[in-house]
């Protein structure tokens, strides 16, 4: 049954600008925030370079990651509106259908998920989470998956027929209003280069759905970040269908909202080539990255975003060290649950090495 959470507030947040200030939509408070930037010493020594991680990992820890900044905003709407169901859909270890059906249920709202894939045998990394949270799963098979917003509309339908007031959150959260989130992160980002009083010459993140990086360069434009770059590696389909992706959900943040920038489309650059075997697979060195930094540095990546992502800036980096500047920053969008859903591959590269080490 849904019932009234009173816990969280709403946000408002201004961003002045040198002529004007800008308001944004009301947001609910659910994300830890500012999340800490610290050193990647390790990997700087190994690069050259000074490398930064901002921990948006550390945003909350079932609901946690990129997701739930995109979420303060989406849950406002659903609340405003007096929802009490959310309907989102993802791959079967989506992060943002977990951080969906977990947040949902903070807030008293029934989650209602439509997963790419058939119901396993067993319940493994978020779909385990979501099944706790008794999420009421819908599937959809990879070959209707380009179907989908149809598919989520039948079901928003058949629920509200029922009488269940249901909102419909898109893959990834990453519409015009999830995507403004990312805006508030690289404001967190200004605020912490003005307290070093050093910029950032390049900025890297993950790229799955959009959003995340079209509200980075959202934030550029609006904050003026002129000194810094950014540049984001996908983890499926290709630059070009990105490039395309990010400009849309600019193009419609920025009329729907009204912010007053334009843009150059040649400032979204996405770096293709790390997608390796397919759309949640790791190669092997994105693996042997991921248990490296485990080993070196003590952060936790993960084999479907942040390990790709991360594979994909060190690649750049060592190609063209000079493209990209000494200061680095890589943003870390959490997702380290899929760990768990893919520990037999990483535990058959731990066997291997301790073999190596100890004979
Ligand atoms: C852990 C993690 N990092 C990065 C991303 C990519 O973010 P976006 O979907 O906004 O492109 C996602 C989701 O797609 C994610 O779950």
Redesign the pocket.
Known sequence: MAYEATSFSFLETKLKREKDEITLPQRLQLAHLPTPIQSLPFLSQELGKEIFIKRDDLTGFGVS???IRKLEFLMAEAREKGCDAVITCGGIQS??ARATALIARRLGLQPILLLRGEEPDSYQGNLLINKMCSALVHWISPNDWPNHPTVMKEIHDAYAEQGWSPIIIPE?G?NELGSLAYILCEKEIQEFEKHQQKTFDSVF?????????AGLLLGKYLLNADETDFYTIN?CDSDEYFENRVKSLMIDSIRKHELPISFIPEDIRIIDGFVGPGYGEASEPQLDLILEMARMEGFLF?P???GKALFGMKEALKKAPDVFGDRILFIH???VFANFDQASLLEQKIRNQEERWWN
């Open positions: 990651g990129n997701k992060n943002h990834g990453s993140c993950a790229t799955g759905s959009g959003g995340t990086y983890v993960d479907v975003y942040t969008t959490g997702g």
